[in-house]
């Protein structure tokens, strides 16, 4: 047996702990630590060395501008590539300060995605450093904020970018390298000694590599990965031999290179000095013959338009592409020429959440599948017209950043899934297509699991008497109770042969109201009062709100006012982003009242928000009436679309004659019968903090908040909608029409006032919390102190906010008033106000939230 012989060497890094370094092979070094467990990135390659030392991991075009000229390249060439890459870095001077740490350096990567790229960043991960991938088409901005948000000093770029670094070195203080190019580091020396291999206790929590976000809604935003998420994320592996035509600065990209590592497949990269062409990506799909192509949609297009370029997709096992949605006529010819193509579906932020993978004689390509893994934390938001928005809960371990509060800890992803046809529709259009006799009612419909077992030929058409046999008691339980009626089958209800004189709508609350009967059980209300509530999902982005011909002709006889409450609660979205489905919807909606049939247009209520001059100077009062300036909004794409749609709301008054008002809300905190305040709202998690901060601060604010059952009350005062003692039939708009001023805003908010600091802290000692008071810029530094995982402490997910908002000696926004006379002397809820100290209230919420925590 060879021996092998150990020298410690004196490293180029502190710390103490230490691995070994061997003047042998990296076959030599791999087998001494085959025992070890694979803990980075490193050990990956180092255990793939110890595998199979000469099978070959990547080709690249040999020549600068090659398609055809690709060149192997072993896992042992790799590693002494990477080997090599080390010394001569350390050599320049890129050297990390702890390469045992727990957080590690980090050091940014700008350039082509060559073999040069894959190179130097096995190299830096042997050298311990955090690696922050760039992409190569960033503005100055984004860069600097890029590498001020990762606390990152040095940056390698190739010449290419030599512009872009000038540019980052005039913003902020960086050290720049040179990337290495391959007559660097392929060594003709085999005697070298191998480079140090330093780790820590817990290398596999150190950071690996730091992807960014696109930056499509505001400036690009570092995700960090550890080296134990990267290998989770790659072992899936890639059974093919591929072809990558993406940058590795993508995390499709890096997660397609690694993901062929651990497969142990080779993987064959687009000559990156080569634009992306039709012509020059089927030259080299024709030499290097993969099994699989991962790439854009942009890319298929280009290959789509020869009959050349297609052969090469067929010739393919699998066609995989991400990062944007495929055209539907694209995707469909190339299936239908034979090309199994699959999508992927998910985000840098995310992982991956679902694909398009199915049996080979499936040609459905285009409908995404959860991944098994993945279904139990998506949800899919209605949002109206059988469009959801997807929200990824917390708990997905590929999940490393979340957008909202609402549920907890979730991402919401800003992209709709469209579903599928809904079975009334079908079930229409396949009655149409029927003889009367053969006709099919709704009631007639049972939907069973699709995993139900029934009696089936080997085609898989049903065994109809061995059928029917098996479903005997369902069946004869469908025509026992055909005829009944179910309140939820009936748009409105009816009386005698004609709909019901009064219709009022409430726009954004169906799902509110299913899961409010979910948790109260149905039972809370009569069959009669559920007779009255009808779920109607709708599309306000279109001119015929997404509804069929029938409901949109009833009610237009009988709609008498709208609630307009509808509007997506995400601070992140610029204000064009509410352009489509708010701003456009609540037009379209005043076209729909003014276009009933009804002796008046049907009135519409708007319900804003104070952020919609919650940015007036101070000191400041803000009357009951349009803001001066738009520019008073708060400075978020919210508070702006409030604003705006504001003023449609004012013009459609002044130039109808419609009865159209704002409801100005303000804070809605819980309700007065349960205290039930959503706990991952700003002001409940910095309550909760006294649970691991054990303290809260004082604040020099005076609240003015309303309970949720309060409001609603008001609301419907505002809107003429309750019932007085000596009516019994309101009427819509019948406080309101008697301002008969329509530059009225109301201004919905308790009349009460409150003292944070000298009130509420007391009740909430009173409720039985137990913390310290401190001033507001300590609670922020302990805050920043405690625990990190949000978990444990969710208040820490809030620290930038909080950051922003408190830890300064700024003054607070108690100058800005918010007039409320008018408001007031129209809904007698707001009139005689609510007290929250004094009322119990704050007990109440503490004791929800304490089943919530």
């Not at 350390?90 to 702890?98: F, L, P, Q």
Request: net charge negative.
């Amino acid at each position: 047996m060879e021996l092998i012989t150990l020298s410690m060497v004196s490293l180029p890094f502190g710390g103490k702990n230490t691995y070994i370094t061997t003047n042998g092979s990296a076959e030599h070094l791999a087998q001494q630590l085959v025992d070890a467990p694979v803990e980075t990135i490193n050990d990956l390659l180092l255990s793939k060395v110890h595998e199979g030392p000469k099978s070959v991991f990547i080709s690249y075009p040999a020549t600068v501008r090659g398609q055809n000229d690709y060149i192997d390249y072993t896992v042992s060439e790799i590693d002494e590539f990477a080997d090599e890459a080390a010394r001569k870095y350390v050599a320049s001077g890129i050297v990390t300060e702890n390469a045992t740490d727990q957080h590690a350096e980090v050091v940014a990567i700008l350039a082509p995605s060559n073999l040069d790229y894959v190179v130097s960043v096995f190299a830096l991960s042997r050298m311990g450093f955090a690696i922050l991938f760039l992409s190569n088409r960033l503005s100055t901005e984004a860069y600097v904020n890029l590498l001020k948000q990762t606390n990152c000093r040095k940056v390698i770029a190739s010449s290419h970018h030599a512009k872009s670094v000038e540019n980052m070195q005039s913003e902020c203080l960086i050290s720049v390298y040179r990337i290495l190019e391959k007559h660097d580091y392929q060594s003709t020396q085999s005697n070298e000694p191998r480079f140090p291999v330093v780790k820590g206790v817990s290398a596999s929590k150190r950071i690996s590599f730091i992807i960014h976000s696109s930056g499509s809604t505001g400036l690009p935003k570092p995700i960090f990965q550890t080296h134990a998420a990267c290998l989770s994320n790659y072992s899936s592996g890639i059974p093919y031999r591929a072809f990558l035509s993406l940058p590795l600065f993508h995390n499709y990209g890096i997660s397609t290179l690694f993901r062929a590592l651990v497969a142990g497949k080779n993987i064959a990269m687009y000559n990156s000095n080569l634009p992306l062409s039709g012509s020059t990506l089927t030259n080299a799909m024709e030499v290097v013959r993969p099994d699989s192509l991962h790439c854009v949609p942009y890319a298929l297009k280009l290959m789509a338009e020869t009959q050349r370029g297609i052969e090469a997709l067929k010739r393919c096992k699998l066609v995989l592409f991400g990062g944007s949605s495929c055209p539907d006529d694209l995707g469909g010819r190339l299936v239908d020429a034979g090309v199994y193509l699959v999508g992927h579906y998910g985000a840098t932020e995310l992982g991956q959440l679902m694909t398009s993978f199915r049996d080979p004689g499936d040609k459905v390509w285009n409908y995404m599948r959860p991944l098994p893994s993945v279904k139990p934390f998506l949800r899919m938001e209605p949002i109206g017209n059988d469009i959801f928005e997807l929200i990824v809960l917390d708990g997905l371990p590929s999940k490393v950043l979340s957008n909202s509060d609402d549920p907890p800890n979730i991402l919401s992803h800003q992209g709709y899934i469209y579903a599928a046809p809904n079975y009334p529709r079908c079930l229409e259009e396949a009655n149409d297509k029927a003889e009367g006799f053969g006709r099919i009612s709704l009631e007639m419909v049972e939907i069973l699991d699709c995993g139900v077992e029934y009696p089936r030929t080997d085609k898989g058409t049903v065994i109809r008497g061995a059928f029917y046999k098996q479903l005997a008691e369902l069946i004869d339980s469908i025509y026992a109770h055909f005829g009944e009626a179910k309140a939820d089958w009936n748009y409105f209800a009816r009386r005698g042969n004609t709909y019901i004189d009064r219709s009022n709508w409430v726009t954004g609350c169906s799902y509110t109201w299913i899961t409010t009967l979910s948790s109260r059980g149905i039972s809370t209300l009569s069959a009669k009062e559920l007779g009255k509530i009808s779920c109607v999902p709708a599309d306000l982005s279109v001119p015929t709100l997404g509804l069929g011909d029938e409901i949109i002709e009833e009610m237009r006889d009988s709609l008498t006012a709208v609630i307009h409450s509808a509007w997506a609660v995400n601070f992140n979205l610029g204000v064009r982003s509410f352009e489509p489905h708010h701003i456009r919807g609540t037009y379209n909606l005043l076209n729909f009242c003014l276009a009933t049939r009804t002796i008046q247009p049907a009135d519409l209520f708007f319900c804003s928000s104070i952020s919609a001059a919650g940015g007036t100077p101070i000191p400041s009062t803000v009357y009951e009436t349009y803001v001066a300036h738009l520019e008073h909004a708060q400075n978020m794409g919210y508070a702006q679309s409030k604003v705006v749609t504001e003023y449609i709301v004012k013009s459609a008054a002044e130039k109808t004659g419609m009865m159209a008002r704002v409801l100005r809300l303000g804070q809605i905190i819980g309700d007065t019968e349960h205290g039930m305040w959503n706990p991952t709202e700003a002001i409940p998690l910095m309550i909760r903090s006294v649970n691991t901060v054990k303290a809260l601060p004082t604040l020099d604010e005076t609240p003015s908040w309303m309970p949720i059952d309060f409001m609603a009350r008001s609301c419907i005062e505002l809107a003429g909608l309750a019932s007085e003692p000596d009516r019994t039939t309101p009427r819509a708009g019948h406080c309101a029409m008697a301002e008969g001023d329509p530059s009225v805003v109301y201004q919905v908010q308790k009349s009460r006032l409150f003292d944070w600091t000298r009130d509420f802290l007391p009740a909430l000692h009173e409720a039985g919390l137990d913390f310290t008071v401190v001033k507001q810029r300590e609670w922020v530094k302990l805050l920043k102190e405690s625990n990190t995982d949000p978990i444990k402490n969710p208040t820490f997910k809030l620290l930038d906010f909080f950051t922003d908002k408190y830890d300064n000696d700024d003054p607070g926004r108690e100058g800005l008033v918010f007039d409320t006379t008018k408001t007031a002397g129209r809904s007698k809820t707001v009139e005689n106000g609510f007290d929250v100290v004094s009322s119990g209230l704050v007990s109440k919420m503490v004791s929800w939230w304490r089943t919530q925590w």
